[in-house]
């Protein structure tokens, strides 16, 4: 049986401080803070605006129900970009530059569900005038299921 | 009946061309600022991607994109009049020229982005240049599976290499 669906109630963060990279304590196998989105039309559609995504199944649980699944459907693309955030929060995006973002799909996001993507730093190294730090990453729901799994790079200047 | 291979001679002989080309109009900060608020919303996105003056004073040196922005959503200069994903296909050989089996289905796998430091920029043009990366075959529960994979190259009005990324496509007869 699915489970009915409630649309979730947003309470903006508020004076959250993200922990940002730091060089003189890095080492791998640091995890660096998660990110967690709501799945729900709020932020898919504000996706679908800016980078035209507006297939069936993103937007209507009727078609996610026709294609076999409990509700609507988040973008892959938008999980992609969201590892971007994930890693810009990080490093801080006035000092470092995403270098890097692969990611495979294992299951859809539905919505209701809370997606959290997280990484954990594999290597570092220099190459080129940066520092370039390698991360396994991926994103669970909060049934605790792996939505995505990926790897990823961020730079620094050296 | 078992089929040995989908990938055909003239499917074969086709990788590495290239076969979709596109043209993004000039970027326009605005879409830089809404791009950032889908990315941070419900917070609010970098002073990075929205605040001039602020940037002017960042190692950049101004304005620049997200590195995932994407300057071809919505309307493309060339060609022309071309709305996008709607008038794009993910699988190659339409536009190639050449026939492939008629496939049930076609699914993304995957997908890895390069980015290579060199940053977007409002009034920046991003040519894009697709080709035909590679394809190959694995046995998966409902038969044989064919994985192509595209591989799309971003350059600026400089012709600096802004981002490569290969895409996976998983299609099964």
Not at chain 1, 42 to 54: G, I, K, M, S, T
Request: net charge negative; proline share 8%; hydrophobic share 40%.
């Amino acid at each position: 049986m699915t489970e009915t669906y409630i649309p979730s109630v947003y309470v903006p963060p508020t004076g959250a401080v993200v922990p940002k990279l730091d060089r003189k304590t890095l080492k791998v196998g640091d995890l660096i803070p998660t990110l967690t989105r709501p799945g729900d039309y709020q932020l898919w559609n504000r996706y679908a605006a800016v980078n035209h995504e507006f297939a069936g199944h993103h937007m209507d649980d009727s078609v996610g129900h026709h294609e076999g699944f409990e509700a609507a459907i988040g973008m892959g693309p938008f999980i992609h970009a969201l590892l971007h955030t994930l890693l810009r929060e990080w490093v801080g995006e006035d000092v470092g530059r995403v270098a890097k973002v692969g990611m495979q799909s294992r299951r859809p996001w539905i919505r209701g569900r809370t997606l959290t993507e997280g990484g954990k730093v594999t290597a570092i190294r220099e190459e080129g005038g940066e520092l370039i730090v390698s991360l396994e990453l991926w994103g669970d729901n909060d049934k605790g299921e792996r939505l995505v799994i990926g790897e990823g790079e961020v730079a620094l200047p050296a | 009946m078992t089929v040995e291979t989908l990938i055909s001679p003239e499917m074969a002989a086709a990788v590495g061309r290239e076969y979709e080309w596109a043209t993004s109009y000039p970027i326009d900060p605005v879409s830089i600022r809404n791009w950032s608020v889908a990315m941070y919303y419900p917070e609010k996105p970098p002073r990075l991607y929205w605040d001039e003056d602020y940037a002017r004073t960042t190692r950049w040196g101004g304005l620049v994109a997200p590195e995932e922005f994407n300057p071809f959503a919505w309307m493309r200069a060339d060609p022309p009049g071309n709305m996008g994903p709607e008038a794009s296909r993910p699988w190659p050989e339409l536009n190639l020229g050449i026939p492939c089996p008629d496939f049930k289905a076609n699914i993304f796998a995957g997908l890895v982005v390069t980015h290579t430091g060199v940053r977007m920029r409002p009034g920046d043009v991003i040519k894009s240049a697709v080709n035909l990366a590679g394809y190959h075959e694995k046995q998966g529960r409902l038969g044989l599976m064919l994985f192509t994979t595209r591989e799309d190259r971003w350059t600026n009005q400089k012709g600096e290499l802004v981002r490569v990324s290969r895409s996976d496509l998983i299609r099964y007869l």
